[in-house]
């Protein structure tokens, strides 16, 4: 195949996915309705008002953390990728399917704030997002048809394997933790955020660089 032709599959697969992590963002915000406080006629109700305000949003606030370390991450993983084929392109268009999903179910969470089964398909959907970057990185990884660059090594690409299944192994617990807690579910996902920084802070891995193709 053309070379020019493949070049331009992957810069049209990085645009797909720098606007659908952008638009699954910008949903995030959107779906937060701004109530009445019309009938509030002291400064007692408008604290209580506005605290019972911060509760709902706070669930949008951890997605929206949640969303954009999946966008670094996946920042880290392309800028691995030297060329694509259609097999790979599925594999992120269902990841990205998978992170467009996020805001739906958070918006369910909010509207149903003590409903364990919107939890637990939040965090089904988390899973799907880990397991095909998971798949993703494994297919571009593979000597077979390997898209990765060459100087990629493989302690590298295990070590990114490893990380990859971080999120679904927190988001397998918190769907558990959901039953005896929900207020224990909000905070497992506070580990996604607190894991990535501390990754790059107590860890020797060297990670992909982003380079030029």
């Not at 020019?4 to 952008?22: G, M, S």
């Not at 400064?43 to 951890?62: D, G, P, S, Y």
């Not at 993983?77 to 998978?98: C, E, G, K, P, R």
């Not at 998971?134 to 990765?148: D, E, G």
Request: charged residues 15%; proline residues 3%; positive net charge.
């Amino acid at each position: 195949m053309n070379n020019n032709i493949v070049n331009e599959w992957r810069l049209r697969l990085r645009f797909l996915a720098d606007i659908t992590f952008a638009s699954a963002m910008t949903v995030m915000i959107l779906n937060i309705e701004i109530p009445e406080f019309g009938h509030i006629t002291n400064t007692k109700e408008l604290a209580t008002f506005l605290w019972k305000q911060l509760n709902n949003m706070w669930v949008f606030f951890i997605a929206f953390v949640v969303i954009a370390v999946y966008w670094m991450k996946h920042l880290e993983h392309y800028s691995s990728i030297l060329i694509v084929n259609q097999t790979f392109i599925w594999f992120q268009l269902l990841f990205l399917a998978s992170i467009m999903l996020i805001p739906f179910w958070n918006t369910y969470i909010s509207l149903f704030p003590e409903n364990v089964a919107i939890r637990v398909c939040l965090s089904a959907n988390m899973v799907l997002v880990g397991l095909f970057s998971f798949l993703s990185v494994n297919y571009a990884a593979n000597k077979k048809h390997r898209l990765i660059r060459s100087e990629i090594d493989d302690k590298t690409i295990r070590e990114t394997k490893k990380q990859i299944l971080t999120e679904p192994i927190i988001a397998i617990l918190a769907a558990g933790i959901a039953y005896i807690n929900v207020d224990l579910w909000d905070l497992a996902f506070i580990l996604v955020p607190l894991m990535f920084m501390a990754r790059k802070k107590l860890t020797t891995i060297k990670y992909f660089k982003i380079l030029k193709p």
